[in-house]
Every structure is written in structure tokens, then in C-alpha cells.
């Protein structure tokens, strides 16, 4: 079965550029891929999505921060978003995207801004 | 902007309890693209509807999902300790786009 791992900094200072990779174990890195977050105390916001072509989607409010990439060789895809600041502090989670919804998730890895 | 999620609901074991999930024409009301996920703390979300009503192999008959105009629920039927989390909507928003609800804290009394 899928399985997807995030890693990631774990904490960073204002300003800085966050770089995040999920890691797709059990099957082949195709189709949709999404991130999403979650900062303390807060609900689930949807950054965006990649296919395995590289297209790209982004939520309107982050669109001027946000890159996202894929590198099907090493079955991963990855979260840049720049300028980090204190409210970027969350849960970043990866997902799988299929159809029109998310399946599976992986565990979720903690940034934390802070300066 | 966020769906619209009831803060808390809560029910006694046995009891049924229906979270909504209120959003507009351009998400709820106008694809029939709602999920809903359960998400226990430190865990990984799983998803417990899809397309509205559909239920993923493995999810207990007890959830089921529906709609009406721009407002989704999620009704747990013969509510169980375990299902006691924090349970998200998210709807498909157009242009390959989508937005989750402000989320709500299930408890069994």
C-alpha cells in the first residue's frame, strides 16, 4: 500500500525559505500529489497540488509564494514557500490526490517559525 | 474562505450526531466533490467520505455523507468511543482548486 513521508527542517527563522520533500513509498510517484497544512489550534488549509508532469496548482493566497516540484526518479515531490513568518508555523502534510480527494496522507511533519 | 464547520458536537455512545459543512456556489453548492476526513491528533487524516456519499472500503457503514444546496453533512450513526476526533469537509472549489472546513471536535459523552 502507499505510504507517504514528509521531512523537513522542523524549525526556522523569519523571513527564510521553507523546502519541504514527501517521500511516496509502494507505488509509483503518478498522477496528483497535494500538500496541506494545519497550524496549531487551526483547521486544514490546501496549498496545492503537482502532477507527475509537473503541472501545478496553487491555493490563491499563497499562489506568490509557492513552488512545488517532483522528481519521479527518486519517487518525491516537494513544498518550497518562501518568506516564511510566524502564522507559516503548522503541520505540513503530503497526500496523495486522486479524483477529487486525498488518500492517502503521511503523518505530517511540525515547522515552526520562530525567530 | 473556509467551509463552515459547527465548532463541537457530541453524543452519547449508540446516538447519532451530524456535523454540517456550509460553503458557497462556487464549492459545496456547485460540485458534488465533498470529503470528509477524521483526523486524531499526531496522526495522519483519513478519509471517511468521498463524492459526497461515498464510503472508502474499510469505513464502517456508520458514516454516511449527503447534501443539500451549499451545505454538506456527515452523520455518524451509532456513535462508538473510537469515533471521538476531529472530523474536516473539504470541497473541490473549481480551476483545480480546493478548501477545507474549520474542522469539528467530535465527542462521546
Known amino acids: 500500500q502507499v505510504q507517504l513521508q514528509e521531512s523537513g527542517p522542523g524549525l526556522m527563522k523569519p523571513s527564510e525559505t521553507l523546502s519541504l520533500s514527501c517521500t511516496v513509498s509502494?507505488?509509483?510517484?503518478?498522477?496528483?500529489w497535494s500538500w496541506i497544512r494545519q497550524p496549531p489550534g487551526k483547521g486544514l488549509e490546501w496549498i496545492g497540488q503537482?502532477?507527475?508532469?509537473?503541472?501545478?496548482s496553487y491555493t490563491p493566497s499563497l499562489k506568490s509564494r509557492v513552488t512545488m516540484s517532483i522528481d519521479t526518479s527518486k519517487n518525491q515531490f516537494s513544498l518550497k514557500l518562501t518568506s516564511m513568518a510566524a502564522e507559516d508555523t503548522a503541520i505540513y502534510f503530503c497526500a496523495r490526490h486522486r479524483g477529487y480527494l486525498f488518500d492517502p496522507w503521511g503523518q505530517g511533519t511540525l515547522v515552526t517559525v520562530s525567530p | 474562505s473556509a467551509l463552515t464547520q459547527p465548532r463541537s458536537v457530541s453524543g452519547s455512545p449508540g446516538q447519532s450526531v451530524t456535523i454540517s459543512c456550509t460553503g458557497t456556489?462556487?464549492?459545496?453548492?456547485?460540485?458534488?466533490?465533498v470529503s470528509w476526513f477524521q483526523h486524531h491528533p499526531g496522526k495522519a487524516p483519513k478519509l471517511m467520505i468521498y463524492d459526497v456519499t461515498k464510503r472508502p472500503s474499510g469505513v464502517p457503514d456508520r458514516f454516511s455523507g449527503s447534501k443539500s444546496g451549499n451545505t454538506a453533512s456527515l452523520t455518524i450513526s451509532g456513535l462508538q468511543a473510537e469515533d471521538e476526533a476531529d472530523y474536516y469537509c473539504?470541497?473541490?472549489?473549481?480551476?483545480?482548486?480546493?478548501?477545507f472546513g474549520t474542522g469539528t471536535t467530535v465527542t462521546v459523552l
Open positions: 509502494g507505488d509509483s510517484i503518478s498522477g496528483f
Open positions: 456556489s462556487s464549492d459545496v453548492a456547485g460540485h458534488n466533490y
Open positions: 473539504c470541497s473541490y472549489a473549481g480551476s483545480s482548486t480546493y478548501v
Open positions: 503537482i502532477h507527475e508532469t509537473g503541472v501545478t
